[in-house]
């Protein structure tokens, strides 16, 4: 059965702090993997990854996966109030429709 | 450009009802798959519509069907709601053909069984 599973579920940090989020997975028929961010409902996104090894910035957010150890994390810099949210990661199949598999999510709260 | 767009935003019904929840692609789009995200948990696939047609479905039993419209639109309806059913459903949307791995989720609609 896929599987995604991110760690930590829940984390607290205050304003400034850099964080770490990690995504491991273990699927068929890998062929991308994406990070959204879900602040209410919808979940916005924010990076595909598709090769190893190749960093995806956009702000003071980045990702980067590692294909031979089946992972990706999110980091974020200089935190504010605003990155509290839930970090969704989800894999992407080849076969059929291509659905996503999303993993249980990351809980991240700011406190200023 | 508008974005994916869904209704209702909320919904409240009794076990044993049968709801139906819809949906608008972002404009451009032709692929519409619809996910269950219970409180606490990601999203789930139930199934993805293709030219009018269900292409793929998650774990998901008959009572979820769906339907998708010559406009793209597409319809999800549960029947013999349980309280189980409760949850966000999310609404996603992309273009076929390669570079369009992207999908664009809607608001959700936020469905209550009592």
């Known amino acids: 059965e896929d599987k995604v599973v991110q760690s930590p579920l829940s984390l607290v940090v205050h304003e400034g702090d850099t964080v770490t989020l990690n995504c491991s997975y273990e699927v068929t028929n890998f062929r991308s993997l994406l990070w959204y961010k879900q602040e209410k409902k919808a979940p916005t996104f924010l990076f595909m990854l598709?090769?190893?090894?190749i960093e995806k910035k956009s702000g003071r957010l980045s990702s980067i996966l590692d294909k031979k150890e089946l992972s990706s994390i999110l980091n974020i810099t200089a935190t504010q109030t605003g990155d509290s949210a839930i970090y969704l990661c989800a894999v992407r199949l080849i076969q059929g429709a291509q659905k996503l598999v999303f993993g249980q999510g990351t809980r991240l709260t700011i406190n200023p | 450009d508008a974005g994916v767009t869904q209704s209702p935003t909320h919904l409240i019904k009794t076990r044993g009802q049968q709801v139906t929840l819809r949906c608008s692609p972002k404009s451009g789009h032709d692929t519409v798959s619809w996910y269950q995200q219970a409180l606490g948990q990601g999203p789930q696939f139930i199934f993805q519509y293709y030219e009018e047609e269900e292409r793929q479905r998650g774990n998901f039993p008959d009572r979820f069907s769906g339907h998708q419209f010559p406009n793209y639109s597409s319809e999800l309806n549960v029947n013999a709601l349980l309280l189980g059913d409760s949850a966000l459903y999310l609404c996603?949307?992309?273009?076929?053909?390669?570079?369009?791995?992207?999908?664009?989720f809607g608001p959700g609609t936020r469905l209550t069984v009592l």
């Open positions: 996603a949307s992309r273009a076929q053909g390669p570079g369009t791995d992207t999908q664009y």
């Open positions: 598709t090769s190893s090894g």
